[in-house]
């Protein structure tokens, strides 16, 4: 899977617009992760020698999912962005219509929560980002919806419906550990920023 594919769905993932008060977008800033990505790319696929670190910024990243990533997100899901947090953590954002979710399942009992997923809303997700040895894996801390909290499985099923692929019918889970892609070994993530380790 190549990079631009596995960072849209690992923001994704991890929610996945800035506040009202965020630094202004640029597309200098989504120039920037582009050529990182091609360099990442290129090294992956390159005999390996040595390490290399790549630094991206939450900066860099929110400009690339403004100006690049639309095509690549499902239909239903905008407005995306991330905050790289301290101690390995980030939240995701997205507007997401949650009608689409709901007429999927079609929740017969009146206690499903997903009965009542009605409407384009923001769906907030926090984690932490555990990975090494060229593993990641996403920790849920918490979720909501348009600043209600929702339990785990509630945020499984707005992901698994806007990750289902051909080779993945049921989308993603959650808890599925995933292989990185270009060889990259580890990711270092620290307040505004990520390492990436090759």
Not at 43 to 50: N, Q, Y
Request: aromatic residues 6%; glycine residues 8%.
């Amino acid at each position: 899977m190549r990079v631009k594919t596995a960072l849209t769905l690992f923001l994704l993932i991890a929610g996945v617009p800035l506040a009202a008060d965020g630094p202004a977008l640029q597309r200098r800033d989504s120039d920037e992760l582009k050529q990182k990505i091609a360099a990442i790319n290129a090294r992956g696929a390159a005999p390996a020698s040595g390490s290399m670190r790549t630094t991206v910024t939450e900066q860099e990243v929110n400009a690339y999912l403004a100006f690049e990533a639309v095509p690549s997100l499902p239909q239903g899901v905008v407005d995306p962005s991330v905050s790289i947090l301290d101690g390995n953590r980030v939240t995701g954002r997205a507007v997401v219509d949650l009608d689409r979710v709901r007429q999927e399942r079609n929740p017969v009992n009146l206690l499903d929560p997903v009965r009542y997923l009605r409407g384009r809303l923001m769906v907030k997700a926090t984690g932490f980002v555990r990975a090494s040895n060229g593993v990641a894996r996403f920790e849920l801390e918490s979720a909501d919806v348009a600043g209600v909290p929702i339990p785990k499985f509630v945020l499984q099923q707005i992901v698994g419906y806007y990750s289902r692929s051909q080779e993945r019918p049921a989308g993603i889970s959650l808890d599925d550990p995933f292989t990185m892609p270009a060889g990259i070994k580890t990711l270092e993530i620290d307040t505004g920023r990520a390492v990436i380790v090759q």
